[in-house]
């Protein structure tokens, strides 16, 4: 067959992004150049203001005697005993109390390492866990007012030099999270989350029980380096390339991605979008939908599109239907996405 790459217009990198926002990947679509660990929140007044208020005093006026003049050291023991009964202020358990989440991989990785608790409000994509505040905050288009209505002491949020400013004049910490180029950007995010949430621990726990289940699933699969995938990300047949943190997932057992030559120059930024021709051209092994929730795709509808029905991995039934959320986060539900693929490589090795 012609294994030439043919493929659609490129996409518009205005268009591009608002894609990607769609997908909650928007900070994966530029280079892997620009991605970066989070910064540590700088230290702010904020956490102050958090404080328990101080206990309201006793009043000053009473409708019992006063204590006879000749007994000045039972007055006085009286005195001392009130005051030893007030209570004081008491200390907050960690410095920031009022978080709130611009990100869904944020809101994830916060509940994950037990600092759900404080988080006081989500953004509308934010739904996962349930038990997750979610509100009307723009996940698209984050709003400082709206934001800072919440009261936070601390912001998760995607980089925004110019929301993270505002935010920081008023008091508030910001606590940039972009996509991950490799695992271990993954864990060095965990674990910035447990240091600035004071959950180090909790944190430690979470990415020592992800790598131990992803070794393991990795270990368990045979090698599937003669094999071809297909990963759907829309049904406008956007994909993405080995160069994106999905890709390298699925290279993790050797698999071989059909879109690389698609965008072997990057001027789709590893999201190229594909044809027909081209994927039934290239007759991948395997194919794996992203886009079952957001676009209602599963075997059959794509079985139904012009030329598919002859495809290797539709006549084999080696369709994987993934959680288009799963698959566009990368905090702890990423061992999911894992097993998905993971067992897809297993019944092939196993029916062969």
């Known amino acids: 067959m012609n294994r030439t790459p043919t493929r659609r217009t490129a996409l518009p990198l205005r268009l591009l992004w608002a894609l990607a926002a769609l997908l909650l990947l928007a900070s994966a679509c530029g280079s892997d150049d620009t991605t970066s660990s989070p910064a540590a929140a700088p230290a702010t007044d904020a956490a102050a203001s958090t404080e328990a208020p101080a206990a309201t005093q006793a009043p000053t006026t009473t409708t019992e005697a006063a204590a006879p003049a000749d007994e000045p050291e039972e007055a006085a023991a009286d005195a001392e005993e009130t005051e030893d009964t007030e209570p004081t202020p008491a200390e907050p358990e960690h410095r920031y109390q009022r978080i709130v989440s611009i990100s869904p991989t944020g809101t994830e990785i916060l509940f994950a390492i037990g600092a759900g608790d404080r988080v006081v409000a989500v953004d509308e994509f934010s739904y996962y866990p349930p038990e997750a505040p979610v509100t009307d905050l723009s996940g698209w288009q984050p709003n400082v007012e709206a934001i800072a209505s919440y009261d936070p002491d601390l912001v998760v949020m995607g980089s925004d030099g110019d929301i993270q400013a505002n935010l920081e004049s008023l008091g508030i910490a910001v ?163 894992i097993a998905a693929i993971s067992d897809a490589v297993v019944s092939i090795g196993a029916a062969s």
């Open 175 to 337: 606590l940039p999270i972009d996509a991950p180029a490799t695992f271990d950007e993954v864990y060095v995010q965990i674990a910035q989350f447990g240091d600035v949430t004071e959950q180090a621990d909790e944190a430690a726990g979470v990415i020592s029980e992800m790598s131990s289940e992803i070794a393991a699933l990795i270990d368990a699969a045979p090698d599937a380096s003669g094999l071809t995938y297909y990963h759907e990300l829309t049904d406008g047949l956007y994909s993405v390339t080995s160069s994106t943190f999905i890709g390298q997932v699925y290279s993790l057992f050797g698999l071989h991605n059909i879109a690389d030559p698609a965008d072997s120059d990057g001027s789709s930024y590893g999201y190229p979008q594909l044809s027909d021709e081209y994927i039934v051209d290239a007759d991948p092994d395997l194919i794996f939908l992203a886009d079952t929730l957001c676009c209602g795709q599963n075997a059959e509808t794509i079985a139904a599109r012009p030329g598919w029905d002859l495809l290797s991995a539709v006549q084999n039934g080696r369709v994987v239907e993934l959680n288009d959320d799963i698959v566009s986060r990368w905090g702890p539900r990423l061992v999911e996405f």
